[in-house]
């Protein structure tokens, strides 16, 4: 007993230590990011806005239906294998799919390009991008596995910083078009990857293809491309239907809010499911299921504790981001913020404990479950926005969200019995509806303001720790340790 209680306390060390690196790894780009979105929502309009994020829609799924499902492999036999074998096989199927995605894209841009209209600027662009971002994220799926957090952190720095930095030059003054965000991404990203092999030894090897390797890759990533697409798809979809159903502004609208809830609450779940996923990975053998069960429990208490704050902040200040970081003319869709906020809290919370499904390699339950949510997406997309415009989109986006956590934990306990941690979780969402409190009596007094939203959401803030500490969720102990986090 004594044995388990100490493993899970250096599981807990790590989880901080890296939680501590992956949150600079998106506080520093996503802070970036929304500078260019302040700047291109002022630069161009919501229709040029809303074909580009079609195109950026297009390239990640492109990107995550032939690469994702490496992402996944590497992540969990890097830690289990050998190392350089992995990475080696990696680098022969990355070249492979990649001259095959070659060859049908210039086959496809001579066959259709007469029919791309104002989306042609985009193909070569967005294709770049899809290249590149396959590419970087195999890597830094390599450096999770192998918990080597500090050259995630260095990768995702350079990336950002390249990429908003080209984007300013390329689309205000090169090519006085938004093509030149997708370019710079593709760049930066491109950039990353070269500084990646530059920097490290475990990288500099010969591609290979070694049978028996390339199979277990195969048999554990391959089940999954239905759950990846889906992810994908999930994500995008609502991008598509508004386009066919609203036109490119209402995608533009809807696209530049949802930037705005996803760059800010993926700088709390983000590093979170980064830093918890390859730790429980890392601490799976096969017959430690008591282990992982109470990892699971604890780190899904810490996902709630911290989750919820973050969603009720994003929520609580929704007008007020809007207002302040994009155009007047993509403001009124503030409305989907609160929306989506909720949407991304349970789909997060359903990536987390799914990480069961995964380490029992029981993958392909996960691609039946999204294909279906997927198939209840649409089916909810399509009345929602023919009837509200993009505020349907969000909602059939928070109700997908929340049935496929409802399918993973349910999966997951199907695998692992496991203890979710209920009564922090209520306590969390009691915390959060007081600390919500202070912000709603503004809107319902007629009071509110920008600088006044914000002294609210602080006094919300402090408010919500303050009863978590009272009602005895979190300790003195507990108190210690986040103090020296934050430090």
């Avoid at 994020?53 to 294998?81: D, H, K």
């Avoid at 050259?151 to 908003?164: I, N, Q, S």
């Avoid at 979710?420 to 969402?429: C, E, G, M």
Wanted: glycine content about 8%.
């Amino acid at each position: 007993m004594e044995s388990n209680v100490e493993q899970i306390s250096g599981r807990v060390q790590q989880f901080l230590h890296d939680l501590s690196l992956y949150s600079v790894a998106h506080i520093v780009p996503a802070i970036l990011s929304l500078g260019a979105l302040m700047l291109f929502t002022r630069t161009f309009n919501p229709s040029m806005f809303g074909r580009y994020s079609l195109s950026l829609a297009v390239a990640g799924i492109i990107s995550t239906l032939l690469y994702g499902w490496l992402n996944y492999s590497v992540l969990r036999y890097a830690p289990q294998l050998d190392e350089e074998v992995v990475i080696r096989n990696t680098f022969s199927l990355y070249i492979g799919i990649t001259l095959v995605l070659l060859v049908v894209a210039g086959g496809g841009y001579l066959l259709f390009s007469d029919r791309l209209g104002p989306y042609a600027v985009f193909y070569f662009a967005a294709l770049a991008l899809a290249l590149a971002r396959g590419g970087l994220q195999v890597l830094l799926s390599f450096f999770r596995s192998v918990l080597d957090s500090q050259r995630v952190t260095l990768f995702r720095l350079v990336r950002a910083v390249v990429e908003v930095g080209l984007a300013i030059v390329l689309a205000v003054f090169v090519l006085d078009h938004i093509v030149g965000w997708v370019w710079a991404a593709a760049i930066g990203m491109t950039v990353a990857c070269a500084l990646a092999f530059a920097t490290s030894k475990q990288l500099r090897a010969a591609p290979l293809f070694d049978r028996e390797t390339v199979g277990r890759l195969f048999s554990y990533g391959v089940p999954m491309v239905g759950f990846i697409i889906g992810d994908a798809f999930l994500v995008q979809a609502d991008r598509v239907l508004l386009e066919v159903l609203a036109g490119s502004a209402a995608v533009g609208i809807y696209s530049s809010n949802y930037m705005l809830v996803d760059r800010g609450l993926r700088l709390v779940y983000t590093p979170l499911t980064n830093a918890i996923s390859p730790i429980i990975i890392d601490s799976w053998e096969e017959d430690n299921e008591r282990e992982i069960a109470d990892l699971l429990n604890t780190f899904t208490r810490y996902f709630a504790l911290l989750g919820i704050p973050a969603l009720v902040g994003v929520a609580v200040l929704s007008q007020t981001v809007s207002t302040l970081l994009i155009g007047d003319d993509f403001t009124a869709g503030y409305v989907v913020i609160p929306l989506v906020a909720v949407g991304l809290f349970l789909w997060s919370l359903g990536n987390l404990v799914q990480v069961v499904v995964e380490i029992k390699e029981k993958t392909g339950l996960l691609s039946y479950g999204i294909i279906t949510i997927i198939g209840l997406n649409i089916a909810l997309n399509v009345p929602l926005i023919t009837a509200f415009g993009y505020p349907g989109a969000a909602v059939a986006t928070m109700v997908s969200y929340g049935l496929y956590c409802a399918f993973a934990l349910v999966l997951s306990k199907r695998y692992i019995s496991w203890r979710f941690p209920r009564v922090s979780l209520r306590n969390a969402v009691l915390s959060g509806m007081l600390m919500a409190l202070p912000t709603v009596a503004l809107y319902a007094t007629g009071s509110y303001s920008v600088p006044a939203s914000f002294v609210t959401a602080a006094a919300g803030s402090a408010l919500y720790f303050a009863v978590l500490y009272v009602i005895g969720e979190i300790d003195q102990t507990e108190v210690v340790k986040l103090r020296q986090f934050v430090a």
